[in-house]
């Protein structure tokens, strides 16, 4: 669970439009039983490059639009919930990752966008 307490550091120092990183990670931490994994993506970056640019090490904001949380279909509408109180702007349920799945039933990943 090292990467997962790296990216949840991460989140907490993210600000970007609506987006309340240290929200959602107390949030998450709360409620573990709603997710297996949440992976963040910084925004609209096409290269490692980019994405660096994305994190302000002098200023200590992180600039993320996107999180992706591995779940089981059951946990939707209680993520949906939490989606609404954190002011995301849209989600989408991905089912067909097959790297998500790995053969295990009812796994699906939940996006949530702040635009």
Not at 17 to 27: L, S, T
Not at 76 to 102: G, M, P, S
Request: charged share 30%.
């Amino acid at each position: 669970m090292e990467t997962q307490t790296a990216y949840f550091e991460i989140l907490k120092a993210a600000s970007f439009n609506n987006m309340n990183g240290k929200e959602i990670v107390n949030d998450l931490k709360q409620n573990p039983e709603l997710w297996e994994r949440v992976i963040p993506r910084f925004t609209a970056c096409n290269s490692p490059k980019e994405e660096f640019k994305h994190i302000e090490a002098f200023t200590g904001n992180v600039y993320l639009d996107t999180l992706y949380i591995k779940t089981d279909r059951k946990n939707i509408k209680r993520l949906q919930y939490f989606a609404r109180k954190w002011k995301v702007d849209d989600t989408q349920i991905i089912e067909d990752v097959i790297q998500c799945n790995r053969g295990e039933s009812g796994k699906i990943v939940f996006q949530i966008w702040f635009d």
